[in-house]
């Protein structure tokens, strides 16, 4: 009868080298599951890195291509600016050349209206003759600076006659000297209607006479009239009405 002590022994070995043998085996599947997540999150890292630079590459080209739709919407703007100003420039050329032209026709122009303003004062109520003689002649030596434009020098004849023209306007009161005598009198200004003189002593009046073309006198019964008509018109007294020999024009005439 074999002993049972020997049996159980080799049971045990042969148990003993079952096990080792499963540990070996599941210690390799271990290890090569190992090996495999390793290998897998290795692969993964690099799907991440791909996936990262993907996107940073998209967002450039997202960048680039809003960059690149800015410049075009900004060359459309520039080649419409380039348009517009092609056609003013054109359109400055014409100027410059009708300017040319307006230019040639306008001094003549200017030089007649002098003229007119020169017959003009001649021949209108001898009011503030030497100012307005002088602004005649300054007139013409105007035209002759090329230092001073045309725009210009047109813009002195206009406020000449404007000037000209707000005298048949107002009335007005200087001191001046009687033509034809070296004597100071008060002189009164009636528009272009009619004009006046009194006496620094208020003891002689008269009125320009058109027909004769010089100062006549008048009597003393218009003495305060035209002394009341040089105070209103200095502003030192009301506005009022006063009686005062006009000329007509058919006695003019």
Known sequence: MVSKTPMRALMLASLVLASSGASAQLDNAIAKEATRVEKGAQA?????????QTR?????FK??????????????QLQKQLQNQATELAEIERSVQDVTVIERQIVPLMLRMIDGLEQFVALDLPFLLEERRERVSGLRGLLERADVTVAEKFRNVMAAYTT???????????RGTLPGTDREVDFLRIGRIAMFYESLDG??????NADGKAFEQLSGAYRGQIGQGIRIAREQAAPDLIRLPIQTAGAAQ
């Open 44 to 52: 993964q890292d690099k799907v991440d890195q791909i996936y990262d």
């Open 56 to 60: 940073d590459s998209v967002t450039e």
């Open 63 to 76: 960048s680039v291509t809003k960059q690149a739709d800015g410049l075009r919407v900004y060359l459309q």
């Open 164 to 174: 000209e023209i707000e005298y048949g306007r107002t009335i007005e009161a200087y």
């Open 203 to 208: 003891k002689e009046v008269g009125r320009w």
